[in-house]
């Protein structure tokens, strides 16, 4: 039981994160296509989207459902898992045009740019962090004497 409540947990996080960009991005579209409200279909399509990638990355990227895999491996497991369910997603609420090719290479463009700078985003704060992490290790063993 206390390890279900820990996976909700880490997915109602991540849900809440992913929601807050859908809609960021959502709003600055509405906002370059001078659209002056939001349709409530849309609104609730991107909370299910933010849900279901929630539920994703925790599955991809942590040991309760893939126990070794390298993370390279995860990543493209991710996208391409991702990739399949936001299509859906975008065919069934109508997010843009369908039958247009145009569209449908813009939606291309943009996930796999956006994947790619947060993928980017993600590898430079754990190096960064990794780095700070060192740094602290080895101002203990300084002040400890080097033990």
């Known amino acids: 039981m206390k390890k279900f409540l820990e996976v909700i947990v880490a997915v109602k996080e991540r849900a809440a994160l992913n929601y807050t960009a859908a809609m960021c991005f959502y709003v ?3 906002w370059v296509f001078k659209q002056e409200g939001a349709s409530l279909p ?3 399509s991107l909370l299910a989207a933010g849900a279901a990638a929630g539920f994703m990355q925790v599955a991809a990227f942590s040991d309760l459902f893939i126990k070794r895999l390298a993370y390279g491996w995860r990543m493209v497991l991710f996208f391409v898992v991702f990739g399949a369910v936001l299509t859906a997603f975008a065919v069934g609420f109508g997010w843009f045009p369908a039958d247009q090719a ?3 290479a813009i939606f291309g463009i943009f996930f796999v740019l956006i994947f790619a700078a ?3 985003g ?3 704060y754990h190096r960064a962090s990794g780095r700070k992490w060192d740094d ?3 101002w203990y063993r300084k002040n400890r004497g080097g033990k």
């Open 28 to 30: 600055f579209f509405l």
């Open 102 to 104: 145009g569209a449908w």
């Open 122 to 124: 993600i590898e430079i």
């Open 42 to 44: 849309m609104l609730f």
């Open 118 to 120: 947060i993928a980017a």
């Open 136 to 138: 602290r290790l080895d």
